[in-house]
């Protein structure tokens, strides 16, 4: 064990241990291992490359390399081709009646803009009852579970941070009506903070700052975990993904696994038309032939306000990190082998509490460190044959991202009452909305009830007796 510490000399670092032997054992046993689960070359390849050149603008340079990216329009829409969709929902109702299709949830992430104190996941946004995120999933999952006659495994991804609390979560809910052996929980890979001088930091005497690496870490951690293998094992060969923080998420959605497997896709993805040019999401574009998502941060300025020849924002396509990936495809990319099909690490300036050489607690009021993040969208250039399809952002994404103002509990909560809301008048039911659809009573239905408005509305019509849609009312 000692050797660590060596190597941690020799490579710059040797400061990790400073407080070495001032720990009890059992301390310096969990220090040894933190340090020895960390990749030092890889710190330093990352070091040299994104602290050390930080600051740099990149933006223009890319503008005349981007081309809008292509992709497969709702079938209502002007260009849309309704027989299209029509093949594509027939071929992925029938792999999930063959249970090759996983769930999958990246739900390892820090909250910090929503300020919870638990994990994410157990956040309660319904309207009526405050069921959890991670109930809503369960739930929509169960529902797609018995409408194709298929027990669909659901892959979790925690981080060290919440895994335990996670758990716990699910053990006392009963995992929700699901099956305890078709949830699998794994935690990601760990990355450390280190300073403008590339030094990682301690967060105590006993314990390296380290901090999840994003939701890209989730194809090695899917390797790593053996989660991967797993699958295989039980015939499962496409991976429904999606985000913890998103409640309206269709979690199996056939339309879009149809279009996946149709077009022999490594890895699909749905997109939203941007509703304005600053909107902070991501957007789908080509460059040099490959489909990237470029971070909003970096879509230069006159491709995000550029308008095509019908009047409508040209770079449109917004990313809202809802996939389809081809298991094989994970299995290449997440176990690293080559050097080109490497996810890249992003730089994340933030404020990091930590122990100064002197064993002071510093507590920092500006961003006084670097994280290291993968981002899952980067692994599009990797992927042949990858498919973009058009959804509805009313019936698709309205995450929970910050405690008050755009994407908070708020807006998600009012965007499921206008699910509720349409679904019911498309049942023929009048109910009274505002200009934006909005009722003005809470109501709630569960996706046990109807996951989608063409199944609600032939249950609601089937019904013998039908409930008065009022305040409170929660349709199971
Ligand atoms: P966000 O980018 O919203 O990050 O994650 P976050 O950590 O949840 O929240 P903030 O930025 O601190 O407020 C988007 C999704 O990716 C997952 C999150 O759990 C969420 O589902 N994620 C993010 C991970 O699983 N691991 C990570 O390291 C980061």
Not at 96 to 112: E, H
Not at 196 to 219: Q, V
Not at 328 to 342: N, T, V
Not at 377 to 385: C, G, M, V
Request: with cysteine.
């Amino acid at each position: 064990m000692t050797d660590i510490k060596e190597l941690y000399e020799k490579k710059g670092q040797g400061h990790v241990f400073a407080f070495f032997d001032e720990l009890n054992e059992e301390e310096q046993k969990s220090l040894l291992k933190q340090a020895a689960d960390i990749d030092l070359d890889e710190v330093a390849g990352l070091v040299s490359s994104l602290v050390k050149n930080s600051g740099g603008s990149k933006n223009e340079t890319i503008a005349d390399e981007l081309a809008p990216a292509d992709y497969i329009p709702l079938p209502d829409s002007e260009t849309g081709v309704a027989d299209l969709w029509e093949k594509a929902r027939a071929e992925g109702e029938k792999a999930l009646r063959s249970g090759r299709v996983a769930a999958f949830t990246v739900a390892g992430g820090q909250g910090t803009r929503l300020g919870y104190d638990g994990p994410k996941g157990t956040y309660g946004v319904s309207p009526v009852l405050k069921s959890s995120l991670f109930q809503i999933f369960a739930e929509k999952i169960l529902a797609a579970s018995r409408i194709y006659g298929k027990a669909i495994h659901w892959y979790l991804m925690t981080s060290i941070i919440n895994n335990e609390e996670t758990v716990k979560f699910f053990e006392e809910n009963e995992y929700f009506g699901l099956h305890k052996e078709r949830v699998h929980f794994f935690t990601q890979g760990l990355m450390p903070a280190v300073d403008d001088d590339g030094k990682i930091l301690l967060a105590d005497k006993a314990n390296i700052a380290l901090s999840p690496d994003g939701h890209g870490g989730a194809l090695r951690a899917l390797v790593r975990s053996g989660s991967i293998r797993q699958m295989e094992a039980d015939g499962i060969d496409t991976i429904s993904y999606f985000q913890v923080d998103n409640p309206l998420v269709r979690c199996i959605d056939p339309e879009f696994i149809g279009f996946h497997l149709l077009r022999d896709s490594e890895l699909s993805s749905k997109t939203v038309p941007k509703a304005y040019p600053e909107e902070k999401v991501g957007v789908f574009c080509e460059q040099n032939g490959k489909a990237v998502v470029v971070e909003y941060s970096d879509l230069p300025e006159r491709l995000a306000s550029e308008l095509d020849e019908n009047g409508e924002i040209k770079f449109r396509a917004g990313s809202i990190a809802i996939h389809v990936f081809a298991r094989d495809f994970i299995k290449k990319l997440g176990a690293g082998q080559s050097e080109d099909a490497q996810l890249p690490f992003h730089l994340a300036n933030k404020k990091v509490a930590h122990i100064t050489p002197d064993g002071e607690v510093h507590e920092p009021t500006e961003p006084n460190a670097y994280k290291f993040e993968m981002f899952v969208f980067d692994s599009l250039p990797f992927a042949q044959n990858p498919v973009i399809i058009e959804t509805a952002r009313a019936d698709d994404f309205s995450p929970v991202k910050n405690a008050e103002g755009v994407d908070s509990p708020k807006t998600s909560r009012e965007d499921q009452l206008r699910q509720f809301a349409r679904w019911v008048k498309a049942a023929g039911v009048e109910i009274e909305t505002d200009d934006t659809g909005l009722p003005p009573f809470t109501f709630e239905i569960s996706p046990l009830f109807a996951d989608t408005e063409e199944r609600f509305v032939e249950k609601w019509n089937a019904l013998t007796e039908k409930p008065e849609l009022t305040e409170g009312l929660v349709l199971v």
